[in-house]
């Protein structure tokens, strides 16, 4: 092999190189920027719909005057059911849990509910979260008013 040959070899394994290189950037721009979609919809609101799935008024803003309700809804498939599931309120202002509901899963399961006793509780900003075996699955910040 002569020396044009080495350097037109090497100039080739650069260019692969940097190929590679811009092609992993490429790659890792494109999942950051579309993370998976979390299967579990978790949903916070006063109005029950109609078919006790969720609620009409999904929000985060509520009064303390009306009954609150939680709601962690599973997908129709996809998600293997074997966990615990744990849906708690914690507060901001104090960062202890003030409400929970904790649920071992079975098939059957296609919604954890919490109806929230929350007329006593201080105005302020909550966390709703659901996790499953420990592992946190997705949270909402709410607030309560008079």
């Known amino acids: 092999m002569n020396s044009n040959q080495k350097k037109m070899l090497g100039i080739?394994?650069?260019?692969v190189g940097v190929a590679a290189v811009v092609a992993l950037i490429v790659f890792l721009v494109?999942?950051?920027s579309n993370p998976p979609q979390n299967?579990?919809?978790v949903q916070l609101g006063q109005e029950r719909s109609v078919d006790g799935i969720g609620v009409t008024d999904d929000g985060t803003s509520f009064s303390r005057a009306k009954p609150l309700y939680a709601f962690a809804i599973y997908p129709e498939s996809g998600v293997t059911k074997d966990h615990t599931a744990l849906l708690s309120v914690i507060s901001e202002s104090t960062g202890r849990v003030v409400q929970q509901e904790k649920v071992e899963e079975d098939e059957s399961l296609t919604q954890v509910e919490m109806t929230l006793d929350c007329a006593d509780w201080e105005p302020g900003i909550y966390e709703l979260t659901f996790a499953r075996s420990g592992t946190m699955v997705q949270s909402i910040s709410f607030s309560l008013h008079k």
Request: no cysteine.
């Open 39 to 41: 299967p579990f919809s």
């Open 30 to 32: 494109v999942v950051r």
């Open 12 to 15: 080739a394994g650069g260019i």
